[in-house]
């Protein structure tokens, strides 16, 4: 009897162990949406003009457009993409975790990132930027020094600061909204971010500016959870997007939502 027990309960670890697992080969993404006859997307809800949500609670923006083109290319309707909303500290985890087939959110490409997870090819180029008060005498990152500046956890931009201005405070938020709220609230001297996002914060406010010089290069591109099951849906997204560059898709969808 112990002996059945024993084999039983080595038969399970085993199997537990992924001794069995590995010979299974990882569901490959764009077959498990062809099957779903849906696209999984995590997109941004707090952050205007790329994803954001209109009064009736609808999703909008650069970002979504593009998430709706994509789908219409893959499966035939725009309609078949389901949106998720992810932030800028969570959208890691709900690609990991498989929760998305992938996350359309003003995502830079960073080496660091590049380990974890994979990529499409980039659709916009945005650059860091230093948004202050009208009132403000501030016009340069190293004028920072001991002061406070606000950002967005999980953003790009953090990494930047630590390394370029070790003497700044950083005050994170979870969202742009809270964050711009800070600003303006003077709960810091700055806030920092992509000049694109903070273009989309500052236009209808005259309370605040952005100053003029860019801190950074961001490739904003598709991510992907990484591994040989994105390998197909990468080809597939990479070769979309492309097609949608040189045909100047992309140009009119900057144009309709304003970004440079
Ligand atoms: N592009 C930057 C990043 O990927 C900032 C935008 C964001 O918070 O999504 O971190």
Redesign the pocket.
């Known amino acids: 009897m112990i002996k059945k027990v024993f084999s039983a309960l080595l038969f399970i670890s085993l199997v537990c162990c992924g001794c069995a697992k590995k010979e299974v080969a990882p569901v490959d993404t764009l077959t498990t949406i062809k099957q779903r006859d849906q696209i999984i997307i995590g997109v941004?809800v707090d952050?205007p003009p790329f994803g954001y949500l209109d009064k009736d609670g609808k999703n909008i923006g650069f970002d979504i457009d593009l998430a709706k083109l994509i789908t219409k290319r893959l499966l035939g309707d725009e309609n078949k993409a389901v949106f998720i909303p992810v932030n800028?500290s969570n959208r890691i985890m709900k690609l990991s975790s498989g929760e998305v087939d992938m996350v359309i959110?003003?995502?830079?490409i960073t080496p660091q990132r590049q380990m974890i997870l994979d990529f499409s090819v980039p659709y916009h180029v945005?650059g860091q930027a230093i948004m202050v008060k009208k009132d403000s005498e501030i016009t340069s990152l190293m004028e920072l020094q001991d002061k406070k500046a606000i950002i967005?956890f999980?953003?790009?931009?953090e990494r930047n600061l630590r390394s370029n201005v070790p003497n700044i405070t950083i005050i994170g938020y979870k969202t742009y909204p809270e964050a711009f709220a800070a600003l303006k609230e003077g709960l810091a001297d700055a806030m920092i971010?992509?000049d694109t996002?903070l273009f989309g914060l500052e236009m209808k406010d005259d309370s605040v500016k952005i100053l003029p010089k860019r801190y950074s290069k961001?490739p904003?591109a598709v991510a992907f959870a990484k591994g040989e099951q994105s390998e197909a849906l990468i080809e597939k997204i990479n070769f979309e997007i492309n097609d949608m560059i040189n045909r100047g898709v992309v140009r009119q969808l900057k144009a309709k939502w304003n970004i440079d």
Do not use: L, Q, R
Not at 105 to 108: G, L, P, Q
Not at 154 to 157: A, H, I, L, N, P
């Open positions: 941004k952050t800028t959110a003003t995502m830079s945005a967005v999980g953003s790009t931009v971010s992509d996002i961001e904003y």
